[in-house]
Every structure is written in C-alpha cells, then in structure tokens.
C-alpha cells in the first residue's frame, strides 16, 4: 500500500513496476482471505462438534437422572437450545477475541516502522479497548443471567399450556394465561433491553476507537514537529483499518464469553445433580426374586427453581403468607405419615430429602402373585418407585434378581405405531407378540384400525382412550419378557370384562404360570382374593400382610375393607371397573376407518353413513418450504416494529449515522440504543400475537402438532428474534450504508470506477439471488430438525421411570444422537455454506481494489496523491467490508426463517371460534337451570374421520344426574367433547337452557361448564394457585372445598398448606390426591353443569364411596354428567345413558333397565358379579344404588 501511493508520486511512472505492485497486492489479499476462510471453517466445525457434545452430555444426564429437582421440561429444554448455542458462540468467534491483543502487538509494530514512537499512542488507544470490553462483559453477564432466569420461566409456562391446553380450554382460561405470559415476556423484554443497551456500548466504541487512535497518532505526530507524508498517513489509516477488522470480533467474543459463563453454572448445576442407582444386591435366598428388610426410603425433596416464580405475576397479589417460605417441596407421591388421623411428612435430617416408606420388609418369591392394597396415599406406588431404584435408600438392604417390566399408573405412550410401543425396541417373535396381543384384548381394537398395529398414536397416547393406553402398556411389558413385573394399579382404566380378561390370561396365566414375579399394586379390590399374598398399606407402612383368607380371619382392617362394601371372594374375583376414555383422547375413532367398533357392535345391524377413509397417520410433516412469502414476514416484522414510519426514521437515522462515520464514525453507539428498543417491541409484539394464535387454535391442532414443534417456536425461533436478528440487521443495514458511501467517495476520485461497480455487482446480484436460496432452505431445515429431538426430549423426561426400568436408556441415547445429528448437519453447513461464499465474493472484491489500484498507477500525474491515497484507502477496506456485509445479508435472511416461522404461525393457523360472539351473549346468570337438550348430533373430530357420535339425542332435566355407560371407544367421552365445543358438531345441536351453545362464544360458553377431567392437571406453582388460579375465592371458601373432597387433612399438614408448592404436571402428588384436587377446584368453580370424565379412576374404593357423597351433596344443584368408572357409582342416578357405537343403545332409569333381563346395562351389572341368578344380580344392583 504504502510502495503504491508513493509510487504516485515518482516524477517519471515505471508502469512494470506499477504492475508488479499491483499483482502484489493483489497476491497478499487472496492469501489473507484463504487463511480467514480456513480459520473460520475450523472454527465452525469445532463449535458444532462442541454444541452437539454438550447438548448430548445434557440428555444423558437426564435419562440417568433419580429425579429432576423441580427442574420443569421447559428449563431443560432451554438449556439444550439457547445454552449450548451460547457454547457454539463462543466457539466461532473465541478465535477472534484471542487474535485481537496479538494483532494489536503486531499493528505497534507496524506502526512503529511507518511513524515512529508517535504510533505508541494509537496503539494504546486499541489496547484500552479490551478492558473496556471486559468491563462490559460483566455487565452483560449480569444482566444475561436475570434475563435467562426469566426465559425459563416463559418457556416452562409455554409447555405447560401446550400439555394442558385440553383443561385450559376446558375452563376458558386462554385469557387469563395468555395475560400471565405477556407479563413474564414483559419482564424479558425489560432485561433484554438491558443487555441490549450495553451491547450497544460495547459495539458502538469498535468504530470509533480506530479513528480515535488514527486522530491521536497524527495530531501528536505533526504537533511535534515531525513531518508526514500522504504515503504514511494513507498507509497508517489502512493499517488502523486492517486492525478494526480483526477487532470486529471482539464484542462478539465478549458476548459469547459473558453468556457462556451464564450458560456453564445452569449446566454444571444438572450435571451434579444425584443419579440413579439401580439396585445391584441379589437375594439371599436363590427363590425368592425380591427381598426387602427394615429398609426406609425417601424422596428427593423437588427445588422451586423457576418455578417459585412462575405465577409471580398472579400470586403477587394473593396472600403474602407463606410466601417466603417456597422453598420446601413434598415427595414424589406425597406419601405421608398418619397418626390417629392425623397426617405428618416426616422429613430427614437431611434438608433435601423427605422420608416416607419405614421399616419396609418384603419377600416376594419367583412366581409369586404380590397384591398390595391401601388408600390414596398410602405409599403404594412409592414402594413400586423404591424397587424401581427411583427413591434413596436410608438404612436397611433390598435385593432385586431378573429384569424389570413396569405399569405405571399413567400409561406411559409414545408417539409411534402401536407396534413400536409394544416391541420398545425389542426384536420382533412373532409368537410372543401375538399372545401378547391376545392376552391384553387388544385384537379387537387393532382389527379395526385402518393400518393395524402400524397406526400411529400421538404424543402420550392422545388419540387412545384410558383404557386402550393401559392395554398397549400392559402388552409391552408382556412382550419384554422380563423376570419380574411391577404393575401400579394397571386395571382401572379398563371395563369389567376387560378387566378380568387380562388379569386371567396375562397376570395370571402368562405371568405367573411361566414363573415370573408380580407385585401388583391395585384399587380393584376383587382381585386381591386371587394373589400369593396381600399387603395393606397405611401411612408408609405395612399394616397388614398375609393371604387372603389369613386376613379375613384375623378380622382386621383388611377384612373390614372387603365387607364394608358388600363384597364376599366370589364377588371379588369379579367386580371391575367401567371402561375409560379420555376426554378428547376418545376411542379409536379417531384412528380408524372401519364402519363397526368393537366386540357385539357388528352383530347389531346399524346404519352406519359412508366415512371417508383413513390412512393410519397422525402427526403431520413439518414442511421446510415457505408458506408466508419472505415480503408480507418482512412487511409484518416492519408494523412488528411500530409501522413503516418508525422504519423509515431508523434508516434514515442510519444514513446520518453512517455519513458521519465516513468523515468521524462517532455517532453509532446512539443508534444502537435506539434500535435494541425498536426491534425488542417487534419481538415482543410477534410473541404475543404467536401465542394468541396457538392458545385459540381447535383441538385438532394440537392433537396432530408435536408439542416439540409448537415449544420451538417459542424458545429456539425466539431466542433468534430476540438476539440474533437484531444484531446482525444492525450490522448488515450500518455496512450496506458504509459501502454505498466508500462507493461512492471513490467514484468522486476515479469516475470510470463505476463501470466495473456495475459490472460486479450485477455479478454479486446473480450469486446473492441463487446462493441465498439454497442458504435460505439449509436454515429452514435446521429449524425443522431441531424439533423432533425437542419432543424426544420432552417425551424422555415424562417416561423416565419406564426408561428405566426397562434398561432402555441407550436405545433412547441412540435415537437422541441421530436426531441431533440430522440437525447439527445443517446447523455446520450453513456456517460453511456461508464461508464458501464469502472467500468468492473476497475474490470479486479484489477485482475492484485491484481495479482502483490499476487506476492509481496508470493515472499516475493526472490525480494529486491524497486524493488517490484516499481512493486506494477506502477501496482496500471494501476486502473484508464486502463479503462480510453479503455474508450479513445471507444471514440476516436466514435469520428472517425464524420470523417467517412465527409469522405462519400467525397468518396460517385455524383458530376456533371466537371467544364472544357479538349481539349473542347469554344472559349473565345463564343457566339458570341447567337443562341440557341434544337433537341429532353427529360428531366428527377431523375432516378424514369417520362420525364418533351418529345422531345423539336427549334431554337431562335441571338437576337431574344422568351416569353414563358404555364400551371402550364407544363414544362416551365425546359427548363432553360436543359439549365443550372442543370438536365443532357435523351436525345436529345442542341446547342449555334453550339456547343453542352454536350461537355463543366459546369463552361464554366453557366459563359457564365445569368439568373433573380423567387425567389429572396439576400446573406449577402453589395448591391455592391450582385450586383458584386468578383469585376468586377466600380461604374459607378454598378450605370448605378441601374438606368435602376428603384432602383437607392432607392440606393442612404440609409445610406453607394452601401456598405449598406443586412441580410441573403435579408430581409431587400421588394420582389419587391429584384427581381430588382437580374435584375440589370443581367445587369452587359452583357451575350449574358438571361433567365427571371417570374422575375417580386413580382412588381406592373407600374414598370414592365418601367422594360420591361429596358429590351428591356438593353438586345437588347442578345438573351431572357422571361418565361411569364404577357402575356402582351410577346406579343411584336419576337416568342411565349406554352409548354404543356413536349412538344411544338406552336411556332409563336404572331400575327400568335392570328389570329387562336383555338389556345391556343388566348384561354389565352381571358382568360385576358371578355365579348369580338375573334376579339376584337386579336386587344387588339395585340395593348398592339405595
């Protein structure tokens, strides 16, 4: 550079010479961009190795993990994504702030050589620099902290209401969330301001600390007397600028380090949290298969985290008492020591564990059949998790030979065919398959599949009802073939005949006649008389044990359990439960093609009309093309951001910005500041109306969308839009001015400039317009793979106790592995993709700095030497300026993917019907009565689907209480699906008090029905947050709620009571307890209609018998929809409904149908006991009813 200029100002031009520099410098370009490109490559490669190691090394602590602490599936997740990218960060531009103090050292040097000691003084103005950064990186640190601690609470509640949408819809709170999120997202927009604002700072001093240092050097230059030529001040400017470049990385760097070191305590915090150890110590005695001895176990008490805060918004203005206090957490089952009534968690000496099973002593031998029985509570399903190595051991030994199968209470379903979920990656045999088949009486359902046992079933069995769940469950740990089997209470989701179908053929038959050990744990009292040996469990411990008929001599509280309910050995081997079917999860119709359900529904001669077919499939693919064109996101990104006049006064503040940095570069921290704030209201203003869109969307969406899917726009897409895109537009938009600007001032010197300026960027346009394209879809493809290992890890985190127990956790390891990778892939070749281009548009860029070097030499005597010295400056900064502002480009348009995904979510997702409808609102005190009328409903639940209800009609009289009945999949729970309007008619209506439930909105509607769902739904936070979300209620009225659903006690003896804390999906509470805090909340909503989706499924018989009391008693005002678990439940209704096939088979009073000896509900009352007369099985009915 320096030779050139100076060359410019020889008397008589040596043109060779001339050249000769010119193919120098040229040479020296193309070798700079070689070595960056190679650097950059490496750079890349290593970063994705590093991130796909760490998010790796995450998930296999997590399959390992005895417990999460607290930790929600929402944190985890977040640590996956925008930790490890803050990892992969720092992996790409590490480099460049560890080259800055060495370019900095070499750059004096030069320096020197050019001006002498004076250049001492410009270097210390870069020098300065990098303290400057560190100061700055604390800053960011800090505020990065704040703001990822309140990330995780947004995205922790995002996949909360994502999992509990059904309920949320159900009791019409999308408001009040949707409030509750936008509150959470204030308080990150705020904190991401913040941080904003010192990366302003931070990125604001990089331009202005090369002209600084070239200022101060020149001025102390001439002030001293010393003489400067143009060839020393143009050369100097070009070394100062060079120097800039390499500095350029510098916040990037400083960023990465500050939010690596948020990132690396959160991981570091999972990391050290304890594993489970599964139990290694064998049996003394060689026939027994399990040995307990005076062992006491104990949970793992759960950390608030996040979650201590998560309803901050809310519970803010709710009592303040106990609110200090969060931060202790009950077990994993809420497993309780009780004393003459009276209920005491005992916890241990040590602060963070709870204990709750004592002085355990339990032999079970090969072969045996272990029953254990006990109230909601009791420590039941604790003893299953302390043999499945999920509880710490305090004292005492236990000893565990064989493999393990395991039924959990909650079918534990993945999505997958119906085969995989059986096989769980076992070999297939065709033989064990098919009686595992037959003896879990699935044979009838997969009939009528369209695909068979290769129909898909969707994210935790969505498209199966309770009882099919349980089926597919029980059929999968069957096939493992394992040596011993724990089941926790497996029959209560399936129908009488069921019910005794599968204890007979598979736990008795294919389990313990080919030797292998069960512990069953139940609520179905008549099957106990059939097990080895019965345990009676109370308050953690065993208060009884023996053989059946050891117990019932003894007289004890074993036998007065039996008796109380009027049940001799014979009617025990037979009394079941009803058939289950989870609301919105119903039957198979939503999986099948055929025309007739199950079991006699062929033989009854229905018209059935012509349904269109089905193909067996559920989730929908994901496309990785655009459905929103790149112009209307970017026309929404622009009103995102306040309208085109805010945009518009941003790029002309930049033109000013940029034309000052061309003659001061001064100005640009300013508008850094403004614009974080511009671009954070963008964001915010797309969460909200993202959210809006997903809360309202119907059913249906959420049946066939992943949850994985739906979280990632909300974490990974947001983080983008949040910090990503705003940087790098700010980048890209100051560049392209700063080009238009050198351009233009070395055209002013060398006009025929323009003509290669025209030529290359024509050039430069065609590349753009094909490379952009293919980089746009690599993006796109990173996106979309990166949600299936998000539902795979979501669907890990929910299953790890079945992980476990069927020693699973490589297969899931291996699965999680290849789904990383095929995001990974792309991930590393879009920074790649993007470094090819760069190095070829470094080449065409040369072609114009060597075209204004060529034009320096061969006008040699026609243009002074500042002004060509001035030319050949701003022309070399164009290098690196232009590929890195078209390499912005690329990006900022790859980056534009994640709004585009936003934006399609907003412009193309169906949403139901509004939550009012204008000039149709009900009455406000409607309904009055409750009267419910159906006329010829038929019931669809997608377009490709057959009818599940086939012209439903019927009238419930105000407070009249209709129970109803029905086989598995025959339409049950759809008439609550109908009710709510989760699924819109196909045809037909409904009526509450004479208004059609068509005409009203939804939100009208739904606030005015009340419904206790099968599936429990807990959400984090308190008990007072669970019972009365948004304070509607005093404590008086929260208590008297508690007391008539039977927990009041239970409430009352935990630490904080009504403000103790509940972890994500209610784990730290049995199922039971769980299913009557879902019935106390019901009680405080006082709706005049009620529907009970088999809400007592997970409680043992003596609390459902005070809890149909409670009901009665509770909802004597209210007109009751009682889908039946136990048939003796409904007996004393006013009507009974038996649903078959999608129509009403009767409708009757209870006495009127057991009096027809061929009636169907007689046929299932007969099914409940054995070796009885019609007649005798009529008096028993109708005596349990009264």
């Not at 026939?287 to 793992?300: G, L, Q, V």
């Not at 309780?336 to 002085?359: A, K, P, R, V």
């Not at 005949?497 to 006649?513: S, T, W």
């Not at 024509?762 to 998000?790: D, G």
């Amino acid at each position: 550079m320096r030779r050139l200029i100076a060359f410019t100002q020889l008397p008589e031009p040596d043109f060779l010479y001339g050249s000769l520099l010119v193919v120098a410098f040229m040479c020296l370009q193309v070798t700079a961009s070689a070595f960056s490109g190679l650097s950059f490559y490496l750079g890349a490669r290593v970063a994705g190795r590093a991130r796909a190691a760490l998010v790796a090394m995450i998930y296999h602590k997590i399959v390992r993990l005895r417990s999460l602490k607290g930790k929600s599936v929402g944190e985890l997740i977040n640590l996956c994504t925008n930790d490890s990218e803050r990892v992969f960060d720092l992996g790409m531009y590490l480099p460049l702030g560890i080259s800055g103090p060495f370019v900095c050292v070499f750059g004096l040097i030069a320096s020197y050589v050019i001006l002498g000691w004076t250049a001492v003084l410009g270097t210390v103005c870069l020098i300065m620099f990098y303290p400057l950064q560190g100061i700055l990186s604390k800053l960011i640190t800090h505020f990065r902290q704040r703001c990822i601690k309140i990330t995780d609470k947004r995205v922790r509640l995002m996949s909360e209401v994502i999992t509990c949408i059904k309920l949320i819809k159900m009791y019409a709170w999308e408001i009040p969330f949707s409030k509750q999120i936008g509150a959470i997202r204030n308080q990150e927009r705020s904190a991401l301001e913040k941080t904003g604002y010192i990366q302003s700072i931070s990125t604001g001093t990089l331009p202005v600390v090369p002209i600084l240092s070239a200022t101060f050097t020149i001025i102390l230059h001439t002030s001293l007397g010393y003489d400067i030529d143009v060839p020393q001040a143009f050369t100097y400017l070009v070394l100062v600028n060079s120097i800039r470049f390499v500095i350029v990385g510098t916040p990037f760097a400083a960023k990465a380090i500050a939010e690596t070191l948020v990132a690396v305590p959160r991981v570091k915090e999972l990391l050290l949290m304890e594993e489970m150890e599964p139990i290694q110590n064998k049996p003394n005695n060689p026939e027994n298969a399990i040995e307990i001895n005076k062992a006491t176990f104990a949970w793992d008490k759960e950390s608030t985290g996040s979650s201590e805060s998560s309803n901050e918004s809310l519970q803010q203005q709710q009592q303040e008492k106990g609110k200090d206090n969060q931060q202790q957490r009950t077990n994993g089952e809420m497993e309780l020591q009780q004393t003459n009534g009276e209920m005491e968690i005992l916890l241990d000496d040590n602060s963070h564990l709870i204990t709750c099973l004592f002085d355990m002593n339990l032999v079970v031998k090969k072969g045996s059949l272990i029953g254990i029985c006990g109230s909601v509570g009791s420590g039941k399903s604790s003893l299953i998790s302390a043999l499945l190595g999920r509880m710490v051991k305090m004292n005492g030994t236990v000893a565990l030979e064989g493999s393990i199968a395991y039924v959990s209470q909650q079918a534990c379903i993945f999505n997958a065919t119906v085969k995989e979920n059986i096989l769980f990656w076992g070999d297939y045999d065709e033989e064990r398959y098919a009686k595992a088949i037959n003896a879990c009486s699935l044979q009838e359902d997969l009939d009528i599949l369209a695909q068979g046992d290769e129909t898909e079933i969707g994210e935790r069995g969505i498209n199966l009802s309770g009882g099919q769940k349980q089926r597919v469950s029980m059929a999968r740990a069957l096939y493992s073939n394992t040596d011993v089997y724990l089941l926790d209470d497996p029959l209560s989701a399936v129908d009488t005949h069921v019910g005794q179908h599968i204890f007979r053929h598979c736990i008795k038959d294919a389990l313990q006649g080919n030797g292998k050990s069960v512990v069953f744990v139940t609520h179905q009292l008549q099957y106990l008389a059939d097990c080895d040996y019965v345990i009676l469990m109370r308050d953690g411990r065993i208060a009884e044990e023996g053989k059946h008929d050891e117990l019932m001599s003894e007289d004890g509280e074993y036998a007065n359990l039996i008796r109380t309910f009027h049940m001799d050995e014979h009617e025990n081997k037979e009394k079941g439960d009803e058939s289950q079917t989870s609301l919105g999860g119903e039957s198979l119709h939503n999986l099948t093609s055929s025309k007739e359900e199950m079991g006699s529904k062929k033989d009854m001669g229905l018209d059935m009309e012509e349904e269109p077919e089905y193909e067996g499939g559920l989730i929908e693919a994901e496309s990785a093309e655009a459905r929103v064109s790149r112009f209307k996101t970017l026309l929404n990104y622009i009103r995102a951001c306040g309208g085109f006049i805010i945009a518009f006064f941003m790029v002309l503040l930049f033109l000013l910005v940029t034309f000052g940095l061309v003659f001061t570069n001064w100005w640009l921290s300013y508008w850094f500041q403004q614009g974080d704030g511009t671009t954070l209201r963008a964001t915010t203003h797309l969460h909200d109306e993202v959210f809006n869109k997903v809360v309202s969307c119907p059913m249906s969406f959420f049946d066939t969308t992943p949850s994985g899917r739906i979280l990632n726009r909300f974490s990974k897409d947001m983080d983008e839009v949040d910090v990503r895109l705003p940087l790098y537009l700010e980048f890209w938009i100051q560049n392209v001015l700063r080009i238009l600007f050198t351009i233009g001032l070395v055209a002013m010197v060398f006009p025929w400039f323009l003509i290669a300026v025209v030529f290359l960027a024509s050039f430069y346009t065609i590349v753009i317009a094909l490379f952009n394209r293919t980089i746009t879809h690599i993006k796109r493809v990173e996106n979309i793979s990166r949600s299936p290992w998000f539902a795979h890890l979501m669907t890990t985190v929910q299953s790890l106790s079945t992980v476990h127990a069927y020693g699973k956790s490589d297969e899931f390891m291996r699965k999680f592995h290849r789904l990383l990778d095929e995001n990974t892939v792309p991930k590393v070749m879009f920074f790649i993709a993007n470094r090819w281009l760069a190095f070829r548009l470094d080449v065409l860029t040369m072609l114009l700095t060597t075209t204004v070097a060529l034009c320096v030499v061969f006008t040699h005597g026609h243009i002074p030497p500042a002004l060509a010295g001035l030319a050949l400056s701003y022309a070399t900064s164009l290098l690196g300026l232009f590929q890195y502002t078209i390499r912005l480009t690329t990006e900022v348009d790859a980056h534009f993917a994640s709004v585009e995904r936003i934006v399609d979510y907003i412009k193309n997702l169906t949403s139901e019907a509004p939550a009012k409808v204008k000039d149709h609102e009900p009455p406000a005190d409607w309904p009055k009565e409750g009267r419910i009328k159906f006329d010829k409903l038929k019931m669809r639940y997608r377009d490709n689907l057959p009818l599940v209800l086939q012209g439903i009609s019927f009238e419930a009289k105000p407070k009249e209480k209709i129970g109803i009945v029905g086989r598995t999949g025959s339409g049950k729970s759809s008439l609550g699906v109908s009710l709510f309007r989760l699924v819109e008619k196909a045809a037909g209506e409904i009526k509450i008090d004479d208004i059609d439930i068509s005409s009203i909105g939804l939100y009208d509607l739904r606030s005015k029905l009340a419904i206790i769902p099968q599936d429990p739904v807990l959400f984090i936070g308190t008990i007072r947050y669970n019972l009365d979300p948004f304070m509607l209620h005093n404590d008086e009225e929260i208590w008297s709620a508690l007391e008539k659903t039977y927990v009041k006690d239970m409430v009352s003896k935990l630490d904080n009571q009504l403000e103790a804390p509940v972890v994500e999906n209610g784990d730290n509470f049995s199922v039971g307890e769980r299913q009557l805090l879902c019935m106390a909340r019901a009680v405080l909503r006082k709706s005049k209609i009620l529907m009970l989706d088999e809400a007592t499924a997970a409680i043992d018989t003596e609390t459902d018998s005070l809890v149909q009391s409670t009901i009665r008693e509770a909802f004597s005002d209210c007109t009751l929809l009682t889908i039946a678990h136990r048939l003796q439940t409904v007996l004393d209704s006013d009507k009974i409904m038996v649903i078959d096939d999608g129509k009403i088979a009767e409708f009757d009073t209870p006495s009127n149908l057991l009096a027809d000896s061929s009636s169907l509900f007689t046929i299932m009352v007969a099914n409940m006991t054995r070796n009885k007369e019609p007649e005798d099985v009529r008096d028993t009915a109708l005596q349990e009813g009264n």
